[in-house]
């Protein structure tokens, strides 16, 4: 992860140095030639970013999977739970209509 976002900033770095020395006095060879790494680097950023931006969404969504995935293990460990102790004490959950629905619903 440090690697890319290291090179990212490099590359930013870079386009930016490359620029900036174009704009400053130097003979048309020497802006000529920044003004190419300059675009170099700048193209190579925007690959570059594009990656990243792929590899955070991606790392996002199993952030989000696995944020779902305890939630469910969660309501299905209380199901078991309540399930247990029905059994063991053979009476049946009391629950008001509504909230026996979102149970139900919710797993």
């Known amino acids: 992860m440090v690697d890319r976002w290291l090179k990212a900033n490099c590359l930013l770095a870079s386009a930016a140095a490359f620029w900036l020395a174009a704009l400053s006095p130097l003979p048309q060879i020497g802006k000529g030639i920044s003004y190419s790494l300059a675009l170099v680097a700048s193209v190579q950023l925007v690959q570059e970013s ?3 931006i ?4 991606r790392r996002a969504a199993l952030s989000a999977m696995n944020e ?3 939630q469910v293990e969660i309501g299905l460990h209380t199901q078991q739970q309540e399930q247990a102790l ?7 959950p009391t629950y008001p209509p509504e909230v026996k629905e979102e149970l139900t619903t919710s797993l």
């Open 68 to 70: 779902e995935l305890e």
């Open 86 to 92: 029905y059994e063991m004490y053979g009476a049946a």
């Open 50 to 52: 594009r990656r990243l």
């Open 54 to 57: 792929a590899q955070d969404a």
